[in-house]
């Protein structure tokens, strides 16, 4: 037991209610940006089933996980690739496995961020950016790489 109250000293100066700074700088006129990983089409509840992960990554999703109000999430930045990734199996309609394919991930440098995978690459998808717009409720959109 005491080497735990040994480790609660050590983080407790790392430890803050959250929900209650982050009113507290939203009241006081602050910004506040919350960024999500993953896709909307990874998301347990809104993705291609069974082919997720195991959490929500969609915008809404940013109220609960960082204890504040869905008020105070009022603009929504949508970001996307001008090309298709995915890490892992699951649909792919746009995969190309040619060397087209081979040489956006090269270029791209794409591989998982956690496991090193190589990434799939694609064309551009339009109807997978159509729902996850539609999902997130996109106010604007950024096109990267």
């Known amino acids: 037991m005491d080497d735990a109250l040994a480790q ?29 990983a993953q896709g909307a089409l990874l998301d347990v509840d809104h993705g291609t089933y069974p082919f997720v992960t195991s959490s929500n990554c969609v915008a809404g999703a940013a109220a609960p996980g960082s204890g504040v109000g869905p008020q ?10 001008a090309y298709t990734t995915r890490v892992g199996s699951g ?10 394919g081979k040489h956006l991930a090269k270029r791209g440098h794409e591989f998982g961020s956690t496991t090193g995978r190589p990434r799939r690459c694609g064309w551009f998808d339009a109807v997978a950016l159509k729902r996850s717009i539609q999902i997130n409720g996109v106010t604007g959109l950024c096109i990267t790489k």
């Open 8 to 36: 609660a000293e050590r983080i407790k100066p790392m430890v803050a209610d959250v929900p209650r700074l982050l009113f507290e700088a939203n009241k006081a006129g602050n910004n506040l940006l919350f960024e999500g």
């Open 72 to 81: 105070m999430l009022h603009y929504v930045l949508g970001i996307t690739k």
């Open 91 to 100: 649909p792919f309609p746009t995969e190309l496995d040619d060397e087209v």
